[in-house]
């Protein structure tokens, strides 16, 4: 079984900043792209970035130059480091990531953790 979980959610005021964290556990094989995604009210979810093992990340245009993903390999964590926070930001912030397992491949997401951004 393996499993993804969130911790780092809040309240902040415009401008202000948050890190998120996200770590795999379980009988891990490897993991390649890990990611965050977010889903606001009567929204649909969509990208926040993505990194690889490698370290090559990828941004929504949106949150380009405020937020910064990184990876731990060795802790099987990913972070997001949100700077310079928006209102828009709110939403709720779920990790993802393809987990290889010997039994095969696990598409997981983590439960989700609250981001509310205060103007």
């Known amino acids: 079984q393996v499993q993804l979980v969130e911790s780092g959610g809040g309240l902040v005021q415009a401008g202000g900043s948050l890190r998120l964290s996200c770590a795999a556990s379980g009988n891990i094989f490897s993991i390649n792209v890990m990611g965050w995604y977010r889903q606001a009210p009567g929204k649909q979810r969509e990208l926040v970035a993505t990194?690889?093992?490698?370290?090559?990340?990828n941004y929504a245009d949106s949150v380009k130059g405020r937020f910064t993903i990184s990876r731990d390999n060795a802790k099987n964590t990913v972070y997001l480091q949100m700077n310079t926070l928006k209102p828009e930001d709110t939403a709720v912030y779920y990790c993802?990531?393809?987990?290889?397992?010997?039994?095969?491949?696990?598409?997981?997401w983590g439960q989700g953790t609250q981001v509310t951004v205060s103007s």
């Open positions: 990194i690889t093992s490698g370290g090559n990340t």
């Open positions: 993802h990531a393809p987990i290889f397992t010997h039994r095969g491949v696990r598409d997981c």
